[in-house]
């Protein structure tokens, strides 16, 4: 149960980042990086002792959904300033 909420964390983190249009990859390469970045920090939740992967917490929720958010931004940035440095606009 508490492995769905991280999933559900990281979709949520995922469809709050693609309403911004700086700097987007493709939707299948925010959702393998959002849905990742989610599980790990819920894997880190559990090694931490807040939630587990089969019980239900919210602050293993929200700490996989700021996760899952901070990693596709600092992607978004890697790939702006990557852009930026080619002189091409994202």
Do not use: H, K, N, Y
Request: with cysteine; hydrophobic share 60%; net charge positive.
């Amino acid at each position: 149960m508490g492995i769905g909420i991280w999933l559900v964390a990281g979709c949520g983190a995922l469809l709050l980042a693609r309403l911004a249009r700086t700097a987007r990859a493709p939707w299948w390469v925010d959702a393998l990086l959002a849905v990742s970045a989610a599980i790990a920090a819920g894997l880190a939740a559990t090694a931490l002792d807040f939630g587990g992967w089969r019980e239900p917490d919210w602050r293993a929720g929200s700490f996989a959904f700021l996760a899952a958010l901070g990693a596709l931004g600092l992607f978004r940035l890697i790939r702006l300033l990557r852009a930026r440095r080619r002189g091409v606009q994202p």
